[in-house]
């Protein structure tokens, strides 16, 4: 397997696996009459084969965002398997760059406002800005967040050129606190638990809202960098607060 799983809690798994540029995570979240994998990891295959070794109940599949190592090989697993896919419209084309994998827009079920699992209830919500489709998904009852991408795990990126600008990004980070405001035992279950040993919580939204803050008032390092990804030559700075080791944003997309 090219894969490891770990129990987190009863019926819920992580799945990670040791990619290439940087270990990922996918989730599998078992409800009373059928469950949601969230994320497909980047190469590994067999992830269908073992989701159906943890349940028999059936299964859909949640693409958080479109880069290939959160939607990889194992996407095509669950669709032979006749499981309902769902996918942002706006992040097909983002997938296609990252992972080279054209697939028709028509293959992605749209989100709907819950994902009901029966004695799970998933609520999805909207958190654009890392990419123009990106989700979140909360289970509320148990305070637990799984965010793929879209705040980070201790560093991310929005300067890719398919990324939000920065305010855009900070007002929807304001309305993902305001959903779960009440949540203070809140986890967030993010797709590069690596990234940040210490288990996060509702304090690692507030100081991702700080950061970008800082840079949006004018308190951020103004110095550029720059990377190059997928041939393009791309500009950027980075800030941090607290528990966000490092933002990287594009200083002409604020």
Same mark, same amino acid.
């Given at each position: 397997?090219?894969? /490891? ?11 990670? %696996?040791?990619?290439?540029?940087? #270990? ?5 979240? @078992? ?24 349940? &028999?109940?059936? @299964? ?24 309902? @896919?769902?996918?942002? #419209?706006?992040?097909? &084309?983002? $997938? ?13 079920? #749209? ?7 029966? /004695? ?11 990419? #123009?489709?990106?989700?979140?998904? $909360? ?20 300067? $890719? ?10 007002? &929807?980070?304001?309305?993902?606190? %305001? &959903? ?19 288990? $996060? ?8 809202? /700080? ?14 960098? %720059? ?10 700075? /980075? ?16």
């Amino acid at each position: 397997m090219d894969f /490891t799983v770990q129990p987190i809690m009863r019926g819920v798994y992580r799945f990670c %696996e040791n990619a290439p540029e940087a #270990p990922v995570d996918a989730y599998l979240v @078992v409800g009373s009459h059928s469950a949601l994998m969230i994320d497909a990891l980047e190469d590994a295959s067999g992830v269908w084969n073992e989701v159906r070794r943890l349940t &028999q109940l059936p @299964v859909s599949l949640a693409i958080t965002h479109g880069h290939g190592d959160h939607a990889g090989v194992a996407l095509d697993e669950f669709v032979q398997a006749g499981c309902t @896919v769902y996918m942002d #419209p706006a992040d097909v &084309q983002p $997938l296609a760059q990252t992972s080279g994998r054209v697939y028709a827009p028509d293959l992605f079920t #749209p989100y709907p406002s819950i994902i009901d699992l029966g /004695t799970v209830q998933m609520e999805v919500l909207d958190v654009v800005g890392h990419t #123009p489709g990106s989700k979140v998904f $909360l289970d509320r009852e148990r305070a637990l967040l799984f965010t793929g991408d879209a705040v980070g795990s201790g560093d991310f990126w929005m300067q $890719l050129p398919h990324s939000a600008p920065l305010s855009v990004f900070a007002g &929807q980070l304001r309305g993902l606190m %305001e &959903q779960v405001a009440g949540l203070h035992d809140l986890s967030i279950l993010p797709g590069h638990a690596y990234q940040q040993p210490r288990p $996060l919580g509702f304090f690692y939204l507030w100081d991702v809202l /700080t950061a970008c803050r800082n840079v949006l008032e004018g308190r951020a390092d103004p110095t550029d960098q %720059e990377m190059t990804l997928g041939g393009e030559r791309l500009i950027y700075r /980075t800030a941090g607060h607290g528990s966000l080791n490092c933002m990287c944003y594009n200083p002409r997309k604020l």
